[in-house]
């Protein structure tokens, strides 16, 4: 008895002992954790007070009348436009009260009479719009991506658009106007959105005709979302096709401390609202903000999360085996969102012929061989020798001694068919990228070709600038990132095959609407 006890005094003891141990140990790592993110959330202030340049009235102004989820998502898409022309009222009320003298606003996009506001004839398609069609096949909508305008998408509307289609593009919340305004949009905003005007395309689609949702980057991540969220709530109408340009479904790095380092920005003094920036930067792109908040960083890997959890879980349900046909253009380099949130974690969770990615390789010509990084190669190998459930197209050199490009599909199956493109790499391009996907070569803002451009105004991604570093406010190198896709005729074929289809396969029903 008196050993019993004994050990059992001991083991209350050594319970206690370690216990407290424990404790103490989680008490210390906990403090740890809060200097380390004490030491990264000043640092960052540091940083952005000290080495961002001076901020203009388009990073501090705020604007009223923007589309917000807790008080708006009762509206309908009509109701979403009357929001959206009262917030660009408001934008034109505020640019009349800035100082026409400011170097700034000069060359900025907010000139009425600058340059590129010129080359964009004011740009329009800032704002959502509709492409009608006088007897309607099809409906789509189109979502573009974080920074973006709905001009992203107006190359793929307008090619939906002539097959007969009437096209809807989407302005998200926090876009078109501002930057400032990227500081405060919300992944609620973009969803609640999305669904007011898939539900408004959805109404106006017959039995009978095909519906089409397609994104471009965080676009893309909200439509794959949206089908998801279809699965298991019958109210939304799931899409008959997903269309999809380098879909964001990775997570940055950054995002870890994204939730915090802007933490700063919320006191009151006006030298800590560059916390709210991670760049700062001239914003002359008539359609594109250059200028990017950490709330930006924060809301696209909350959707990128909220996507994988989704993916997850249509896998495990076998619900996944529902969704209708996904197809993905990606550039087999992507410094903006990478490859293997397309490559790793969505097509392998897909099953069937008709879920598709397309991957455009690097130009591989031997010119080119000694300056290139091995990882694209790695990758596309890989994809092509590992089982499949999808089908795989690579875009790509033909032979190195050339710059003709044929495309290799590989289906399900592994069985090979090699398609003749007709098309060659331009001389001086050595890979597509994540911001040209979108855009044809001679689009009239971003397109490279010699011409490209418009009312005599040479387009922005023709600009070619050489000198030395320091001698311009944005870096040399963004100036030659390839803005325009010299293979969008591949991808407006891969749409007009689609829909030919998917006519074949779904009549069109008589009678459908056409109002505007």
Not at 37 to 49: E, K, Q
Not at 65 to 91: C, I, P
Not at 174 to 198: K, Q
Request: aromatic share 8%.
């Amino acid at each position: 008895m008196a050993r019993s006890r004994f050990l059992i005094n001991s083991l209350r003891r050594f319970s206690s002992a370690t216990a407290g141990h424990t404790g103490r140990l989680a008490l210390r790592t906990v403090k740890w954790l809060l200097i380390i993110c004490l030491a990264i959330m000043l640092g960052f202030t540091w940083f952005a007070v000290s080495m961002l340049p001076p901020l203009q009235p388009w990073h501090t102004e705020r604007l009223s009348g923007e589309f917000k989820a807790y008080k708006d998502s009762h509206l309908d898409f009509n109701g979403y436009l009357r929001r959206e022309k009262q917030l660009f009222d408001n934008m034109d009320a505020e640019i009349a009260t800035w100082d026409k003298q400011n170097e700034a606003y000069i060359y900025s996009r907010y000139n009425q009479a600058g340059m590129f506001n010129r080359l964009a004839e004011g740009a329009p398609f800032n704002r959502s719009y509709r492409l009608l069609a006088a007897k309607p096949v099809g409906h789509a909508l189109m979502i573009h991506g974080l920074t973006d305008s709905p001009y992203s998408m107006k190359a793929m509307a307008e090619t939906l658009n002539a097959r007969g289609f009437e096209v809807t593009v989407l302005r998200l919340p926090g876009h078109g106007t501002f930057p400032s305004m990227m500081t405060e949009m919300t992944l609620r905003d973009w969803n609640a959105a999305v669904r007011i005007a898939a539900r408004d395309v959805a109404s106006r689609t017959p039995p009978g005709q095909p519906f089409y949702l397609a994104g471009h980057s965080t676009g893309g991540t909200l439509a794959l979302q949206y089908a998801l969220d279809a699965l298991d709530d019958r109210s939304l109408r799931m899409p008959d096709r997903l269309l999809l340009l380098s879909p964001a479904i990775n997570i940055t790095k950054v995002a870890a401390v994204a939730g915090f380092i802007d933490f700063m920005s919320v006191v009151p003094i006006p030298v800590l609202e560059k916390a709210r920036w991670i760049d700062v930067m001239p914003e002359f792109d008539p359609y594109k903000f250059n200028s990017f908040t950490v709330n930006a960083t924060r809301q696209v890997n909350r959707s990128a999360r909220a996507l994988r959890r989704s993916l997850a879980d249509a896998n495990e349900s076998g619900r996944i085996m529902q969704m209708p046909p996904v197809v993905t253009w990606q550039s087999a380099v992507d410094s903006t969102v990478g490859v293997a949130g397309a490559a790793d974690v969505l097509y392998p969770a897909l099953k069937g012929a008709k879920h598709r990615l397309v991957l455009f390789d690097v130009n591989r010509t031997r010119a080119f061989g000694s300056v290139q990084t091995p990882q694209a190669r790695a990758l596309i190998e890989r994809l092509q020798s590992s089982p499949r459930g999808y089908t795989l197209d690579v875009a790509g050199n033909a032979d190195p001694r050339s710059g003709q490009v044929n495309v290799i599909r590989l289906a399900p199956d592994n069985s090979r068919t090699v398609l003749d493109t007709g098309l060659q790499w331009p001389g001086d391009v050595i890979s597509v990228g994540h911001v040209a996907l979108p855009f044809p070569s001679d689009d009239p803002i971003y397109g490279f070709m010699p011409g490209s451009g418009h009312n005599g105004i040479r387009s922005i991604g023709s600009l070619l600038l050489r000198g030395e570093s320091g001698a311009i406010s944005v870096s040399l190198g963004s100036l030659t990132r390839l803005r325009s896709n010299p293979f969008w005729p591949l991808i407006g074929a891969d749409i007009d095959a689609f829909v030919t289809e998917d006519l074949a396969a779904k009549p069109a029903a008589p009678g459908s609407k056409t109002d505007g």
